[in-house]
C-alpha cells in the first residue's frame, strides 16, 4: 500500500509505528462467547470473544479452566460448540 502511495517507508517503521497507537478501552461484553480447540496432538486452547462485536478478550492455554469461563458483569456466556 505505501508503494502506491509513493511513500518511501520500511515495514518495520510501520510496524513500529502501529504498536505506538493506543488501544481502545476494554468494555465489560454483555454476551461472552466461550471456545475450546485443539491446535494439535493434546495442545488446546480456550478462547473468549465478546459475542456482540465478534472481538476476541483474551486466549487461555488449556481447555479445562474449571467452568471459571465467566467476565465479571457479563449478562450471558455461551459456549460455541465445534463444527465437527
Avoid: C, K
Amino acid at each position: 500500500m505505501l508503494s502506491i502511495l509513493n511513500i518511501a517507508l520500511s515495514r518495520s517503521t510501520v510496524l513500529a509505528q502501529l504498536m505506538r497507537a493506543p488501544l481502545p478501552p476494554l468494555v465489560t461484553p454483555q454476551v461472552l462467547g466461550v471456545d475450546d480447540f485443539a491446535l494439535y496432538g493434546d495442545t488446546y486452547g480456550t478462547l473468549l470473544v465478546d459475542a456482540t462485536t465478534r472481538l476476541p478478550l483474551t486466549l487461555w492455554e488449556g481447555r479445562d479452566h474449571g467452568g471459571d469461563a465467566s467476565v465479571e458483569g457479563a449478562e450471558v456466556a455461551v459456549h460455541v460448540a465445534g463444527y465437527g
